[in-house]
T-cell receptor, first 113, second 114 residues
C-alpha cells in the first residue's frame, strides 16, 4: 500500500541550529513533492515544490532535497528561529485518479531560544 | 482577493443534525479540494472539483457527505446526520492548473459533534 512517513516525534532544536526533517514514501512514483507548514488551528501553508528531476531546491533559509532512488525527501531550515516552530507536512501527488495531494502525518518542530 | 475563505470557523452541533460549510476559493483558481484533518494526522483527501465538475470523491466520503460547486465558484460541503466521528477540521484548498505554487488552504472549519 502507498505510504508517506514522517517522524511523528517532535523535533526539538536550539535557535540558530539547522533543523532537518525527513519524508519517506513507498509505492509512489511522484512527479513532484511539496512541503507545507501548519500552525495550530490554521490551514497548511505551501513552502516549496521539488520535481523528480531536481535534486535540490532552495528558498531563503529553506532547502529541500529529493532522492527518488531512496524514495526520500529531506527538508532543512538553516539558522532556525523560534518563529519556525510549527508542524511541517510533506505531500505527494497521488498515482491514482486525478491529481490530488496526499499528505504525510507531519513532524512538529520546536525551536528553543 | 486575499486567499481562501471558509465559513464558519467553528461549528458545534448535536449528533444527528445536518451541517453545511462554505468555501470561497481564490477567484483565478479553477481547482478546489476538500480535506479533513484530525488531531495529529495530516489532511485526508475528501473530494476535488475542476470548475463545477466534481471529478473525484474519496471512499472516506460516505453517503452522508455531499459537496457542490455551482458555477465553478464557491463550494459547499454538507454532512447529514452527523456522528461524533465526524468531528474534525474541514479544510478547503484551491489551485490553478499550474501546480508550481502548491495549494492555497483556507483556515478550516472546526466541527465538533456532541
Amino acid at each position: 500500500s502507498q505510504k508517506i512517513e514522517q517522524n511523528s516525534e517532535a523535533l526539538n532544536i536550539q535557535e540558530g541550529k539547522t533543523a532537518t526533517l525527513t519524508c519517506n514514501y513507498t509505492n509512489y512514483s511522484p512527479a513532484y513533492l511539496q512541503w507545507y507548514r501548519q500552525d495550530p488551528g490554521r490551514g497548511p501553508v505551501f513552502l516549496l515544490l521539488i520535481r523528480e528531476n531536481e535534486k535540490e531546491k532552495r528558498k531563503e533559509r529553506l532547502k529541500v532535497t529529493f532522492d527518488t532512488t531512496l524514495k526520500q525527501s529531506l527538508f532543512h531550515i538553516t539558522a532556525s528561529q523560534p518563529a519556525d516552530s510549527a508542524t511541517y507536512l510533506c505531500a505527494l501527488v497521488s498515482n491514482t485518479g486525478f491529481q490530488k495531494l496526499v499528505f504525510g502525518t507531519g513532524t512538529r518542530l520546536l525551536v528553543s531560544p | 482577493d486575499t486567499g481562501v475563505s471558509q465559513d464558519p470557523r467553528h461549528k458545534i452541533t448535536k449528533r444527528g443534525q445536518n451541517v453545511t460549510f462554505r468555501c470561497d476559493p481564490i477567484s483565478e483558481h479553477n481547482r478546489l479540494y476538500w480535506y479533513r484533518q484530525t488531531l495529529g494526522q495530516g489532511p485526508e483527501f475528501l473530494t476535488y472539483f475542476q470548475n463545477e465538475a466534481q471529478l473525484e470523491k474519496s471512499r472516506l466520503l460516505s453517503d452522508r457527505f455531499s459537496a457542490e460547486r455551482p458555477k465553478g465558484s464557491f463550494s459547499t460541503l454538507e454532512i447529514q446526520r452527523t456522528e461524533q466521528g465526524d468531528s474534525a477540521m474541514y479544510l478547503c484548498a484551491s489551485s490553478s492548473l499550474g501546480q508550481d505554487y502548491g495549494y492555497t488552504f483556507g483556515s478550516g472549519t472546526r466541527l465538533t459533534v456532541v
